[in-house]
């Protein structure tokens, strides 16, 4: 069974880091992009950043780009997503997601989510 | 960005009824993918490549559409089917959401 658990998230204040770590199991980690997706209180879905199966290339919107990365451990079946410079629109849970195996344009599964509450 | 716009924003269907959910995009995308979410849950996916039901999803549910109009159909609306729906489309980078249908039972 594919599981996906976040944790790191928290109250933090503006200008300030976060990193949040989604460790996975059910899978060849390896074998699969992974991407992080946020949703703000009582909004919708946003696509944050995208990592290949390597690694070795990395996406993200411009509303985060040059703020935050997105990163991984094979070994360790860990995803990661550093947040810097972290402003009150940042707000949201943030979910880890693992595409999907018959087809890979989608968010086939889902973490259950951190919160993250940028606020002074 | 390709923009996704669902409509309607809102919907209440009573058990039973049938149910349309459009989404159209702001140019022609490949395939489009479907979440159910309810309050306080995450996000499940329920269609993908435009047609196919996930894992575990009712055939009630369907998905048909092309080019930058897409749907979603829910044949005899059940209760356990009130939540909220997003489309989201990857044919280009971003990958973007609609801005979610809310299904409401009547």
């Known amino acids: 069974e594919v599981q996906l658990v976040e944790s790191g998230g928290g109250l933090v204040q503006p200008g300030r880091s976060l990193k949040l770590s989604c460790v996975a199991s059910?899978?060849?980690?390896?074998?699969?992009?992974m991407t992080w997706i946020r949703q703000a209180p009582g909004k919708g879905l946003e696509w944050v950043a995208s990592i290949t199966n390597t690694g070795g290339s990395t996406y993200y919107p411009d509303s985060v780009k040059g703020r935050f990365t997105i990163s991984r451990d094979n070994a360790k079946s860990t995803l990661y997503l550093q947040m810097n410079s972290l402003r009150s629109e940042d707000t949201a849970t943030y979910y880890c997601?693992?595409?999907?195996?018959?087809?890979?344009?989608?968010?086939?599964?889902w973490g259950q989510g951190t919160l993250v509450t940028v606020s002074s | 960005e390709i923009v996704l716009t669902q409509s309607p924003t809102t919907i209440a269907a009573s058990p039973g009824e049938k149910v349309t959910i459009t989404c159209r995009a702001s140019?022609?995308?490949?395939?489009m993918y479907w979440y159910q979410q309810k309050p306080g849950a995450s996000p499940k996916p329920w269609i993908y490549d435009t047609s196919k039901l996930a894992s575990g999803v009712p055939n009630r549910f369907s998905g048909s559409g092309s080019g930058t109009s897409y749907s979603l159909t829910i044949n005899t609306m059940e209760t356990e089917d009130a939540a909220t729906y997003y489309c989201q489309q990857w044919s280009s980078t971003p990958p973007t959401f609609g801005a979610g249908t809310k299904l409401e039972l009547k």
């Open positions: 997601t693992r595409e999907g195996y018959y087809s890979s344009y989608w968010f086939a599964y």
């Open positions: 059910g899978f060849t980690f390896n074998n699969y992009w």
């Open positions: 140019s022609s995308v490949s395939y």
